[in-house]
């Protein structure tokens, strides 16, 4: 396949969301020659703050979303929890990538589960679970402790809770099959630790990945990420083969990222996939010659891919609003005097506790070093008054 013409500078990207991933998107673009028009209810968001336009609206409304095909030449998606019909009218009208098809596939974790499976993946044994009947053939089939999971609009560890017992469990599904039609109900992993890749693939099938993230997440929210990864060279290789088989399974154009667990015995099992930038990604706008955002634009735009490759080891620590001093203040001025780190906020207004406000990257010569100057930089969580 040929790749069609790149898109002419000064054209309009348009992205669905208006968070830290759509500000950090439409700042790649603009850096590349490109405008932007961001689709968000908030005019304050962080990425109409810096995009050209907005179109101020609901992401679940499929007449805002079909405003911003009037504006835009290509668009792209920084949320999954947009509604799939709506994106597939959009997809009717202007090029929207990733699809709307592989949106609807990762916005479900039965239907994602099932993919990952079809395409080679190992999963953590699980159940789907709309009834207490259901719940109970899950119990005989899978093993405790359980997690058990809302099948759609979860993130952050939102809609999900950790079981020991099969009453808790049941309570566990009562409480959440109030909110959702479907739960999954899956074995929790003895986790070694958590590994993300991100994969980026063009129109014309070439396809690239950024070296393993390793994730350390605290309450459900990812808290620190670093790379490369230190895992096994077999490890990495088995992380790197899965997301690519995902990534061309899924027919994917733009970015894919395929989040891991490592189990006690070294397994690597998919947990879930997001079509989109991630968080476990952004040191790569320090660590890599072309960033994640960069490289989503350049995909939008017909440009060719770019290079991958960890120039040195990096991490990266949320800035969650948790963060955030008594006196309502991050104390930047000390956070900057360790040497090497860069700091990213996204211009939200109120620092509320699991937030996410910000981060903080640096470069180092090994993973462990990389680590070590984020956590300084970052210092003692402040105790919330
Ligand atoms: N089956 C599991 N075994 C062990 N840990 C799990 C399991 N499912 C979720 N977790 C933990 O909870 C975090 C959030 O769950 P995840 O499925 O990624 O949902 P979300 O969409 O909220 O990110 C994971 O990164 C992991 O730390
Ligand atoms: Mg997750």
Redesign the pocket.
């Given at each position: 396949m040929n790749a069609p013409a790149p898109l002419p500078l000064g054209s309009t990207i348009g992205i669905l969301g208006g968070g830290q991933l759509g500000q950090m998107t439409a700042i790649a673009a603009r850096r590349l020659g490109y405008r932007t028009v961001v689709l968000d209810p908030d005019p304050a968001s962080p990425g109409a703050q810096v995009a050209d336009q907005l179109v101020q609206g609901p992401l679940d409304d499929p007449a805002t979303i079909e405003a911003l095909a009037q504006h835009a030449s290509v668009v792209t998606y920084e949320f999954e929890n947009v509604d799939a019909d709506a994106v597939a009218a959009l997809e009717r009208q202007v090029p929207v990538h990733p699809s709307s098809q592989l949106l609807r596939t990762s916005q479900h974790?039965i239907r994602e589960k099932t993919a990952i499976q079809r395409l080679g993946g190992d999963v953590?044994p699980?159940r789907a679970v709309s009834s207490a009947a259901d719940l109970e053939d899950a119990l005989q089939a899978l093993r405790l402790p359980?997690?058990v999971?809302t099948a759609t609009g979860?993130?952050?560890?939102?809609?999900?809770a950790?079981v020991a017992t099969a009453d808790e469990a049941r309570a566990a599904c009562d409480r959440l099959l109030a909110v959702s039609d479907t739960l999954i109900v899956?074995?929790?992993?003895?986790?070694a630790l958590?590994l993300s890749v991100i994969c980026a693939r063009d129109e014309a099938g070439h396809l690239t990945t950024y070296p393993a993230a390793e994730?350390r997440?605290v309450g459900?929210?990812?808290d620190v990420s670093s790379a490369p990864a230190r895992v096994s060279t077999d490890v990495a290789r088995r992380a790197d083969v899965v997301a690519r088989q995902l990534a061309e399974g899924l027919d994917l154009v733009g970015l894919l990222c395929v989040?891991m667990?490592v189990d006690q015995q070294g397994h690597v099992?998919v947990?879930?996939m997001?079509p989109r930038p991630h968080n476990s990604g952004h040191h790569t706008l320090e660590a890599c010659a072309t960033s994640q955002f960069e490289q989503l634009v350049r995909i939008l735009a017909g440009l060719p891919l770019g290079d991958t490759t960890l120039a040195r080891p990096a991490a990266m620590a949320n800035l969650l609003g948790d963060w955030w001093g008594p006196d309502g203040e991050l104390p930047v001025a000390r956070m900057l005097g360790v040497p090497g780190v860069v700091l990213h906020l996204y211009g939200k207004a109120a620092a509320r506790p699991g937030r996410k406000m910000g981060h903080l990257t640096a470069v180092a010569n090994t993973t462990d070093e990389a680590v070590e100057r984020v956590l300084t930089a970052r210092g003692e969580r402040p105790a919330i008054p």
């Amino acid at each position: 396949m040929n790749a069609p013409a790149p898109l002419p500078l000064g054209s309009t990207i348009g992205i669905l969301g208006g968070g830290q991933l759509g500000q950090m998107t439409a700042i790649a673009a603009r850096r590349l020659g490109y405008r932007t028009v961001v689709l968000d209810p908030d005019p304050a968001s962080p990425g109409a703050q810096v995009a050209d336009q907005l179109v101020q609206g609901p992401l679940d409304d499929p007449a805002t979303i079909e405003a911003l095909a009037q504006h835009a030449s290509v668009v792209t998606y920084e949320f999954e929890n947009v509604d799939a019909d709506a994106v597939a009218a959009l997809e009717r009208q202007v090029p929207v990538h990733p699809s709307s098809q592989l949106l609807r596939t990762s916005q479900h974790r039965i239907r994602e589960k099932t993919a990952i499976q079809r395409l080679g993946g190992d999963v953590a044994p699980f159940r789907a679970v709309s009834s207490a009947a259901d719940l109970e053939d899950a119990l005989q089939a899978l093993r405790l402790p359980l997690v058990v999971k809302t099948a759609t609009g979860g993130y952050d560890g939102k809609g999900q809770a950790v079981v020991a017992t099969a009453d808790e469990a049941r309570a566990a599904c009562d409480r959440l099959l109030a909110v959702s039609d479907t739960l999954i109900v899956e074995e929790q992993v003895s986790l070694a630790l958590e590994l993300s890749v991100i994969c980026a693939r063009d129109e014309a099938g070439h396809l690239t990945t950024y070296p393993a993230a390793e994730n350390r997440h605290v309450g459900g929210i990812l808290d620190v990420s670093s790379a490369p990864a230190r895992v096994s060279t077999d490890v990495a290789r088995r992380a790197d083969v899965v997301a690519r088989q995902l990534a061309e399974g899924l027919d994917l154009v733009g970015l894919l990222c395929v989040e891991m667990f490592v189990d006690q015995q070294g397994h690597v099992l998919v947990n879930e996939m997001a079509p989109r930038p991630h968080n476990s990604g952004h040191h790569t706008l320090e660590a890599c010659a072309t960033s994640q955002f960069e490289q989503l634009v350049r995909i939008l735009a017909g440009l060719p891919l770019g290079d991958t490759t960890l120039a040195r080891p990096a991490a990266m620590a949320n800035l969650l609003g948790d963060w955030w001093g008594p006196d309502g203040e991050l104390p930047v001025a000390r956070m900057l005097g360790v040497p090497g780190v860069v700091l990213h906020l996204y211009g939200k207004a109120a620092a509320r506790p699991g937030r996410k406000m910000g981060h903080l990257t640096a470069v180092a010569n090994t993973t462990d070093e990389a680590v070590e100057r984020v956590l300084t930089a970052r210092g003692e969580r402040p105790a919330i008054p």
